[in-house]
Structure formats: C-alpha cells, structure tokens
C-alpha cells in the first residue's frame, strides 16, 4: 500500500502562479504523477515523471507546467505558472507500484478570469 499526500492548490487569478507538492508513505515507487479532473469532465493527465526524471506532459500544460521529482523525500512537484480558467479542477497525485496506480485524495484548484 502506498498513501499519497497532496498539498498546495487554492484559489487564484488567470496569469498566476500555483505550486502542489505529492508525498509517498513508502520508497520504491516508479513513475509518479499529476492528473485533474474538470466538473463534468473525465480524469486527464497533466504530467509525469519517472524515477529517472524523463518527463511527460499534456499538450495544453507544456510550457507552462514543470514536474520535478525527489526521490529522497519521495515527493513529487507541479510548478503551475500562468494559469488558464481552464486549468480549474480537482489535481490527484499518482504513484505507480509495478501495474497498481495509487491515488491520492485530490485537491483543488481554482482559477478566475
């Protein structure tokens, strides 16, 4: 079993900037990761990482996103600059243990225009 804690998210303007951070309760995690979910919408991908640091991201975060990983404190960034109201929803952290995907509880983001 693996627990995911998430931090950071909130409420914030079109052009700011937010930063969410993803702790693991257990090393030997693989790849690591962010996913959202918009009201109405089916859960996407914006980022990941794996333990090696190659990184993936969403078309319509990159550029504007940046995922880091440390893997010493089993943690997992999300660098959100310049924010779209289309960034607004619930961000999960993932963390995959060979083919289990755990999730976190989610946290939300809000941007206003």
């Known amino acids: 079993q693996v627990q995911l804690v998430e931090s950071g998210g909130g409420l914030v303007q079109a052009g700011g900037s937010l930063r969410l951070s993803c702790t693991a309760s257990r090393s030997s995690v693989g790849a690591m990761g962010w996913y959202r979910q918009a009201p109405g919408k089916q859960r996407e991908l914006v980022a990941t990482?794996?333990?090696?640091?190659?990184?993936n991201y969403a078309d319509s975060v990159k550029g504007r996103f940046t995922i880091s990983r440390d893997n010493a404190k089993i943690t997992v960034n999300l660098q959100m600059n310049s924010l779209k109201p289309e960034d607004t929803g619930v961000y999960y952290c993932n963390a995959k243990v060979t083919v289990v995907n755990y999730w976190g509880r989610g946290t939300q983001v809000t941007v206003s225009s």
């Open positions: 990482i794996t333990n090696s640091g190659t990184t």
